[in-house]
């Protein structure tokens, strides 16, 4: 099953603690995403990424940190700055051209006390 | 801004009963739209695109560019087709590159 992955599935953190998820993609996209999934108010987006070593900042970037060191990984950091950190994390990929199908991984839970 | 809106956060009915799920966005021009489905327990996937018009698992949904609209419909919703629906739109209202996504609607179809 390849595609895109997102590990861990659960996460669980202590307050005041940075934590770092993982999104791998096989299918060389050149874009990855980083959304935030809540109850009622949709997926917001975090981070997105067109090129290795270049990002941009999304609607929710705050607290927040990515790094994109090759085409097929772009981890997200939860600093300990984030107010609400706990959520449902999704990452994307899609190519920059032709359907502009995104493509999800099956997301990691963050629970933070 | 771009923006998108689902003004239903939940909505029930019966299989075999027509389905509408809206969704109103803000975009001067000539936007690409999308529909996304979160099954249970599976990973958000595209349904449909407002440029392929085709009919996905018997869902249709047309561009009103009047009423800046893009409701997703089905004229016998089946109970497989209980899930979570997201309206999206392009950054820019091109086919590609960072979505904005509606607050979702969580449509439930009952035997």
């Known amino acids: 099953d390849g595609g895109i992955t997102q590990s861990p599935k659960y996460l669980f953190r202590k307050e005041g603690q940075n934590v770092t998820l993982s999104c791998e993609q096989n299918?060389?996209?050149?874009?990855m995403y980083w959304y935030r999934q809540d109850p009622g108010q949709g997926l917001r987006l975090i981070y997105y990424?067109?090129?290795?070593?270049?990002?941009q900042k999304g609607d929710i970037a705050e607290g927040y940190s990515v790094s994109r060191e090759k085409k097929e990984s772009f981890p997200l950091t939860v600093t300990s700055a984030q107010k609400n950190p706990t959520a449902f994390y999704l990452c994307a990929s899609s190519t920059l051209a032709g359907t502009g199908e995104q493509y999800f991984g099956p997301g990691t839970r963050l629970t933070v006390t | 801004a771009q923006r998108v809106t689902q003004p239903e956060k939940l909505l029930s009915v019966f299989k075999g009963a027509p389905v509408e799920l809206k969704c109103n966005y803000s975009?001067?021009?000539?936007?690409?739209l999308f529909w996304y489905v979160q099954y249970s327990r599976q990973r958000l996937q595209l349904l449909l695109r407002?440029?392929s018009r085709e009919s996905i698992k018997g869902f249709t949904a047309d561009l009103n560019k009047g009423e800046t609209s893009f409701h997703l419909k089905k004229p016998f919703a089946q109970e497989e087709d209980s899930a979570m629906y997201y309206c999206a739109l392009p950054a820019g209202g091109t086919s590609y590159g960072k979505l904005t996504f509606g607050q979702g609607t969580i449509l439930t179809v009952h035997p």
């Open positions: 299918l060389n996209h050149d874009a």
């Open positions: 990424s067109q090129i290795v070593n270049d990002f």
């Open positions: 407002h440029i």
């Open positions: 975009y001067s021009g000539s936007p690409e």
